[in-house]
């Protein structure tokens, strides 16, 4: 009888916290108003949180759409499709992207390596096949005429990734999105103030540098470019501030602490060396392969879309999960591939991809060669501080 009823509380405090956040997403992220179009995306897996989500959306007024689908449609498509197949854009897919209001997004993994035998060629064809919706969902979200979140739903797979149990797991994710807190939007409006004072300090800087022990010496041209305040309505969890970066304006080598995973496959310890912008030489620990073919998919591929820093010391320890890593407090990242329009990026590509290095062990950046951060830290303290 104990366990059954510690197996009842647990149960209604994960349906308590699910509650929490799929008001957060509809009333704080993307503020879903009466008569607007909402889709919601995610695998089987994570219905509990899109049927909670489902619920919010009407209670705020909106027209719900519901797109469930079983994880292993991608794979059994790469598997088994012929080129025609893996190179068709459905245009329903392009349909629902210009029609939508708001898209939620709800990310959840049976099995986070189930693509890793892919042949990555055919991971590249299908990614450049989808690049037309992608370019009107960036061109619409920049015109704010399309609102949009990525959120996690916390299982088994990300949490083995993570190296933790799945109660463990959970407690992470909730707590990175401070939904502990009473009150979480009011938590993120706090940190969306912090981050407003980075993002007006770098918008009179023409170079940052990013100088880490483990071998980077990376500079980047950002001059004239918008920085965007990311505080929870577009990621959540959220917390970072990034722009575009000039395409022709990357010098130097980069090393990435990280692994990264991309298209459900794990790359680790990638170097990257720019020259003029470009990536003239890659190599990585493991995964090397799949690397260099996405990289040669397309002509932006090898140009850097996005430059970041990470402000959510919430988040502390990495999770092989790009969402939270790239966020984590201490931390800056480049995207290769894709801009997004609003940062004034013109870069494109049907890449996107993210790439953290880690700054707590002895990295600092310099903008216009003054120090702004040293060892993950701030040096103001009226900005973002664990």
């Not at 695998?43 to 619920?55: C, F, G, K, Q, S």
């Not at 469930?68 to 790469?78: D, F, H, M, Q, S």
Request: net charge negative; proline share 5%.
């Amino acid at each position: 009888m104990a366990y059954h009823t510690a197996e009842v509380r647990s149960r209604n405090m994960s349906e308590r916290r699910l509650e929490k956040l799929a008001e957060v997403l509809v009333r704080y992220s993307t503020g879903v108003r009466r008569g607007e179009l909402v889709s919601l995306h995610g695998p089987v897996l994570a219905e509990p949180l899109i049927t909670t989500l489902y619920r919010q959306v009407l209670r705020a007024g909106g027209h719900p759409a519901v797109y469930l689908a079983p994880e292993a449609c991608a794979r059994i498509l790469l598997q088994e499709g012929s080129p025609e197949q893996l190179s068709f854009l459905n245009p329903l897919d392009v349909r629902e992207v210009e029609a939508v209001d708001v898209a939620i997004h709800v990310l959840a993994s049976e099995n986070t390596r189930a693509l890793t035998n892919i042949d990555p060629s055919k991971q590249a064809l299908r990614s450049k096949a989808r690049r037309p919706a992608m370019d009107i969902f960036l061109r619409r979200a920049a015109e704010q005429s399309l609102r949009w979140v990525a959120t996690p739903f916390p299982c088994q797979a990300n949490a083995q990734e993570a190296e933790m149990a799945l109660e463990e797991y959970s407690d992470f994710v909730f707590g990175a999105g401070m939904l502990d807190h009473p009150d979480p939007a009011a938590v993120w409006q706090r940190l969306s103030q912090q981050q407003a004072r980075v993002v007006d300090f770098l918008h009179g800087i023409r170079e940052l540098r990013f100088v880490t022990p483990g071998g980077s010496d990376l500079k980047i041209g950002i001059a004239g470019r918008t920085w965007i305040n990311c505080d929870g309505h577009e990621n959540f969890p959220d917390g970072e501030v990034f722009t575009g970066p000039l395409e022709d304006g990357t010098e130097g080598t980069v090393c990435f602490d990280f692994p990264t995973v991309h298209g459900g496959r794990e790359v680790q310890g990638v170097r990257l060396k720019f020259r003029a912008g470009r990536v003239v030489d890659a190599s990585a620990a493991k995964g090397e392969e799949f690397l260099v073919r996405m990289l040669d998919q397309d002509a932006g591929a090898r140009i850097l879309g996005e430059v970041a820093l990470g402000c959510n010391y919430s988040i502390t320890r990495h999770t092989r999960n790009t969402l939270f890593d790239e966020k984590i407090g201490g931390t800056f990242h480049v995207a290769l591939g894709s801009a997004y329009p609003e940062s004034g990026g013109k870069n494109h590509s049907a890449l996107h991809w993210d790439m953290v290095c880690d700054l707590r062990r002895g990295g600092r950046i310099e903008a216009d060669g003054r120090l702004i951060s040293e060892n993950g830290r701030f040096v103001n303290s009226d900005w973002p501080q664990p």
